[in-house]
Every structure is written in C-alpha cells, then in structure tokens.
C-alpha cells in the first residue's frame, strides 16, 4: 500500500485503520468527481501538496468563494483536514490564514488538529498550533480532544509534553470571564523561545549542524513557484522589452509607491517583488522618459518610506527606540535593498545607478540604518536574557562558595547527595523540565532565529556578517560591562561559571561559520570602492574602506573574516576579563614578572580595567588578597590594549554597546556568486514580477492617468520635460518622526 510516508513506522499501522480506510476512500471519490466539481479539484489537489494551485486560488477568489473552503464535501472532509491527513504542509500553510482551523468534519467530528495528532505528523501539529488551534477542543460525537490521540512515549506525546501542553487543563465552560488567562498562551518562557526565535527549538540538534548556505531555507522549492504566476522565464538586463519595465507617470507616483508598501502584507518573504518594481520603474523613467531627476527622486522617495514603516532614521541610530521593529519586517526590506542594488549592478540599458552618486549613497545610509535597526531590536530580545542565562546561570550543581564578606559562624550546611538513587540521578541527562529553565541554549536559540530570518529572505553573506556582528559586539560589550560594575560577578568562581557559559555561544559560531565568498580580483588594499561604482569624485560617507586590517570592524576587511573569528574579536574583551578574574587570586608579591606577561598578553583590557576589578573582587575565605606592590605597579604603569577598543564616556572604563560601524557594500560580482551563479540562482533571482501585480500596476497607471486627462490636465503626451517632480523636497526626519503619542497615525499609510 502506497501512502504519503511522513513517518514510515506508520504504513503498517493505518494499513489495518478503519478510520484512514475512510480517507483513502475519500480520494478515490475525489479523484471520479474532480473532473466536474471545482471544489472536489482543489480538495484533490490538497491531498497531493498541489499549493500552487491552492494558492492561485486563493489569491483570486472572492471572499464568498473563500468562506467555502471552510465546508466539508460529500465525503465530510474539508481542504484543510485532507491536506493534514495526507501531510501536505505548504497546503496546510496556505489554508490556516483563510480557513476555521477548528472546524470539525462530519465524518468522525475530528478537528485538523485531532486528525494530525492521530496521524503522528508533527510539522503539521506545529503549524495549527502556531495558528491557534485548539488542542482541548473536544468532539461532540466522541467527546474526544488532541490530547486524548496520543500515545504515551511517542514522539508525538513528547512533543506535547515539551510545550507544556499536557500540563494544562481545558477551560470550563461556565465561566464568563473575560480576563480569564488562555490555556493557549504560552508562558513567558515559550514565549521568548517561540515568539521572539522564531519557532526555532532550543533543544535542536539543526541548531548545532554545520553551516551549509542555506540550512532553512530550500531555494529549489522556491524555484519550482516560478511557472504560470509570470509572463517569461528570463529577464533581459541589456535591452528594455516588453513587460519588463514598469510604467510610471508623475501622477502614478504616489499609488505605485503605496502600492509597492502593500506587497509585503499580499507576499509575505518576497523581498525581491518590491525591489523589482522599483527597478523596472527606474528603467522606465530614466530610459523611456529619459528623466534622470524624477528617476532619483523616485528612488529617494522609496527609501525615505523604507525608514519610515521600520522606524529608522537615515544617519540617526537609537539602540533604546520605544518602538520595536518585527525582525522579519527588517530582514525583508534589508533583502530588499540588497535586490535592488544587484539588479542596478546588473543593468546595462539603463545604468541608473553609476549616474546617480545620490541615490547610492542613500542605498548605503538606509541600509546601514536597517542592519543597525535589526541588531538593536535583536539586542532587546537578548537584553532579559544576559543575567539569566549567561551571568546567574551555572551548571555544576550543588556549589556553595563562602566568601569573606559574606562569612558566618552557624551558615547552614547543605547536605550533599549520598544515597545511591540520588548520585544516580545526577549521572541521568536533566530533565525536559529542568531544559526549559533559562540556560545559555536560549540565546544560541536566539541567534538561531536570525539565521532564519537572513536565510528565509536571501540576504547577501557579507550583509550576514554585518548583522551578526553588530550583535555580537553588544552581546560581548554589554556582558563586559555588567561584570565591571556589579560587584558579586567579580569573584574567581563566577567567572569560570560564566566562561562556561560563553563557551555555548562560542560553539554555535563555530558550528554555523559562514564565509562570504571573496573574489579572486577582490583588493584589500582597494580604498577607492564604493566611489568607483559612480566614477566621479564624490565622497560618500557611513560606507567602510578597505586597509587589509583583519581586527578593526571600521574596516571592510573585517568582515570576510569567518562569523567564528568575527565573534571571537567581539567577545575578546569579555574573555579576557574572565582569565582575569580566574587568576588574579592566585598571585603573590613574587609574581611581578608573572604579572607583567599576564598584562602584555591581555589584547583589549587596560591596567585602569585590572586595576578597577582588583578594587572590588570578593575574595572567598581560602584567598589571599591581592598584593600592594602589584596593585602599585598597576598604578604606576598605565598601559592600554593593543587592539582598539570603543568606550563610552571619557574615563575609558565601560565599553559603547551602541557602537555603529559603517556599511560594507557587496561588490558586483560577490552579488552576481551568490544570486547568478547557476541556472537555479539566476532564475530565483531576476527582476520577475507576477501577472497579479503586473497587471495590478497597470490598472493604476491607467487610473491615474484617466483621471488626470477628465480634470484637463492629462491631455498633454508624457515627455521627458515634466516638472512636477524635477526638484523634490523629500521629508526630513521630523516629517516621520515617532513621536511619544501612540495613537498618531503613520503620514505614510
């Protein structure tokens, strides 16, 4: 027997089920009717994961037409409850924004969530669950739920029991309470881990696998999309053809801007679709209207909405920004830009990009705003996870340190594990409860979730390592200056604790080393790019240069460096603190010398740093203090590090978690590697647009120039003089500006 093998082990199993029987006669009904029945075709296509099919449908259908996909047919099944039983994911994705995804069928009263629970299918559990379906929901035939199909010891069954599902009871039907709390609602645990990482487990073993490209995303699904939704399979970058251009008259500008800010909600993790429609709107007006100044005010009118929907300020970073940006949202848009200078790079017909030294360097201060906007959002994610889970959290149980301050005659002695069953159970890997408390997994879950975000919009590797940097640095700085101020951190058994903990974070990196890829033409001694992309001698600003200086992050070479060596420049500062603390006790008044090469091995760390940590250690009672001629020798010989640090305030003690470093620019053909280098790539990534939004662009160049020519003004053939937008005045920051009220509505919107 032949069936959908999401889990093999299963064949065996619904082979003898009566109620699998039923859906497999289900489908043969389906497949006599599917010829006549437009309802029972696309049911048929649920079943064989056909989710382009469903997803045209959907696209063009009306909403009564929608309101039907909730039905069941004659069989008692509906689209969403065969595409679940037949495991068809990205149909089961497509159906839950559109459908009742707690509808039962009536065939045994079973919601999705029943079926892909008997049926074992996590992937599909996951996605109703993300999607508020209801696993205490109990069928009036069976008075059955989700829960009551598990099997204990399952895979499935452990599933639950992770996600504190089984810990839950159903709510009660008599109460009436509307600030009852949701059995659904995660707790802030799952919360942090599901929402804020993006569904990424901490407990999974993808997050620790080496980096391969692309560990989430599969680029050849996404080409396999590419059929009847588009006109040509190729686009032509050295002439302008037919439908390959976007039409765009002073009058069209404002819809196609708002139209191009509408395609993120109708194509979600299309990145490319908008940055397509501004670069065929761009070749239009810079080639067929041969009108350089609107091209550029076009474009400057693109980005300034790009800063304003993320909240970015083009030249002004804020690390505390009140409003907190989607991450998803900023990847999209980094994805974006990243698209569109590709495609300006790659124009031959109309090379609007190396005319317009304006518009790139508006590329470069919005992109750099959006990296810098993500790192800060992705910091605030971290920020109430740094004391939990990297300062207070250790793993070696049962240790107890005395310190001299803290000394007492009559301090209760813990009594330690001597029965057989209790030394046992510390040999025994820690329990799923004790997983989910706060650990250093959480922040490699963390990291992990922004891999997926770059992965999911195909951000180019060098914009990667700028973005995970940028992390890193606050990660590495904040720690730093926590240690240095909080006085019970400074203790010889905290930093071997929390070295520990940083350790976790260093595997990760070593695990998931992305290397952009280097040109063998690449100069790293080459100062002149990116000016050299304009030819003129302009000066652009906020963009790095290239000195060949591997540990400065100013420089552009820094960031061909592996994510492993970046991370390892960025913690540098915090791992020497630690080997500080760890043997500063250790020293006596003969350890002059000793002292002299701790100090000439230490890259980043200052003897005003030593000298502040040695001020405030808390020595534990078998510790001697440190000695007075070292302490003196510290004083009399200030010394800095070798390597550049960046510090807040003058005294040169605290580092600056909201340093910003100037953006590295891809060069054409690290864009071209990445994006064009085999039939695969280039076809995922071409200017292509849908007939959907082709036509939807044409639609409202007609309308507004029909409307325009009924008001007398539109009479006039387009040429290239039109003056209504030769000298725009693009909004300063005050004109977006979120201001304290949160009620304001975006001017943009």
């Not at 396999?224 to 500008?253: A, C, W």
């Not at 640090?645 to 060069?667: C, E, H, I, M």
């Amino acid at each position: 027997m032949s069936l959908d093998p999401w889990k093999a082990s299963l064949s065996s199993v619904l082979s003898t089920d009566g109620n699998w029987a039923k859906v497999q006669a289900a489908k043969k009904a389906l497949e006599l009717a599917a010829d006549s029945d437009w309802f029972a075709k696309l049911c048929l296509a649920c079943t064989t994961n056909d989710h382009i099919q469903l997803t045209q449908f959907i696209s063009s259908a009306d909403a009564a037409k929608l309101a039907q996909l909730s039905n069941v047919d004659l069989n008692g099944l509906s689209p969403l409850i065969y595409a679940v039983c037949f495991g068809s994911i990205e149909c089961v994705t497509a159906l839950v924004s559109v459908v009742d995804v707690n509808k039962s069928d009536s065939l045994l009263q079973w919601t999705p969530l029943m079926w892909a629970t008997y049926l074992e299918n996590i992937p599909v559990v996951e996605v109703l669950l993300a999607n508020d379906a209801d696993p205490y929901l109990r069928s009036e035939r069976s008075h059955q739920n989700a829960l009551d199909m598990l099997k204990p010891e399952s895979e499935i069954y452990n599933y639950y029991k992770v996600h504190n599902y089984l810990d839950k009871t159903a709510p009660q039907s008599n109460d009436s309470s509307f600030y009852k709390k949701d059995p659904l609602l995660p707790t802030d645990e799952q919360f942090e881990s599901r929402v804020q990482a993006l569904n990424v487990e901490s407990d999974s073993p993808k997050s620790t696998e080496p980096y391969s490209g692309s560990k989430f995303v599969d680029e050849d699904d996404e080409a396999s999309m590419l059929d009847d939704s588009f006109y040509t399979d190729n686009f032509d970058f050295g002439h302008l053809m037919p439908r390959q251009f976007v039409k765009v008259s002073d009058e069209s500008i404002s819809a196609t801007i708002d139209y191009i800010f509408s395609l993120h909600a109708k194509y979600q993790h299309k990145a490319i679709y908008p940055a397509a429609v501004v670069f065929q709107s761009v070749r239009y007006i810079s080639g067929k209207m041969d009108s350089m100044e609107l091209a550029e005010s076009f474009v400057d009118l693109f980005f300034t909405r790009v800063r304003s929907v993320t909240n970015t300020k083009s030249g002004v970073v804020q690390p505390s920004s009140g409003l907190q940006t989607d991450i998803v949202l900023l990847g999209y848009w980094i994805s974006c830009l990243n698209h569109l200078q590709y495609f300006f790079h790659r124009d031959t017909a109309c090379p609007f990009l190396a005319k317009s030294p304006k518009t790139l360097q508006e590329l470069i201060s919005t992109a750099q705003s959006l990296i810098f906007q993500l790192a800060f959002v992705m910091d605030a994610k971290l920020e109430p996870l740094l004391e939990p889970c990297i300062l207070d959290y250790t793993s070696v149980p049962d240790l107890q340190t005395v310190y001299k301050a803290q000394w007492r005659m009559f301090k209760h002695k813990v009594a330690l594990k001597s029965t057989y069953d209790e030394i046992l159970e510390m040999l025994y890997p820690p329990s799923l409860e004790q997983q989910m408390k706060p650990s250093p997994l959480k922040i490699i879950q963390t990291l992990g979730a922004l891999v997926y975000v770059l992965e999911l919009h195909h951000v180019n590797d060098v914009y990667k390592q700028q973005c995970f940097a940028a992390v890193l640095y606050w990660l590495g700085s904040s720690i730093f200056n926590r240690i240095l101020a909080n006085k019970k951190y400074n203790t010889r058994v905290k930093a071997l604790q929390i070295r520990l903990n940083l350790s976790y974070i260093q595997d990760w990196l070593r695990a998931n080393n992305l290397v952009p890829y280097r040109a063998e033409t690449l100069d790293f001694n080459d100062d002149s790019y990116p000016e050299s992309i304009v030819g003129t001698e302009t000066k652009l600003s906020n963009v790095a240069r290239f000195h060949n200086n591997k540990q400065d992050p100013m420089d552009g070479t820094f960031y061909y460096n592996s994510l492993y060596k970046i991370g390892q420049h960025h913690l540098l500062p915090l791992v020497e603190l630690l080997e500080w603390l760890q043997v500063m006790s250790g020293l006596t008044a003969e350890d002059l010398d000793l002292l002299k090469n701790i100090m000439n091995r230490f890259d980043v760390l200052s003897s005003k740093q030593l000298l502040h940590v040695v001020k405030q250690y808390r020595y534990e009672i078998t510790e001697q203090k440190f000695p007075k001629n070292l302490k003196a020798h510290l004083k009399q010989n200030p010394t800095a590090g070798r390597q550049k640090a960046y510090y807040s305030g003058s005294d040169k003690l605290f580092l600056n978690p909201g340093q910003v470093f100037p953006l590295v620019l891809p060069r054409q053909l690290e864009l071209l590697h990445q994006y064009g280098s085999d039939q695969k790539k280039i076809r995922l990534h071409q200017p292509l647009l849908p007939i959907q939004v082709i036509d939807d662009l044409e639609d409202l160049y007609d309308k507004c120039t029909d409307h325009d020519s009924q008001e007398g003004r539109g009479s006039e053939p387009e040429n290239p003089g039109t003056d209504l937008f030769k000298e725009l005045t693009v909004p300063t920051s005050i004109a977006y500006k979120t201001w304290e009220a949160e009620d304001d509505d975006n001017p943009w919107k």
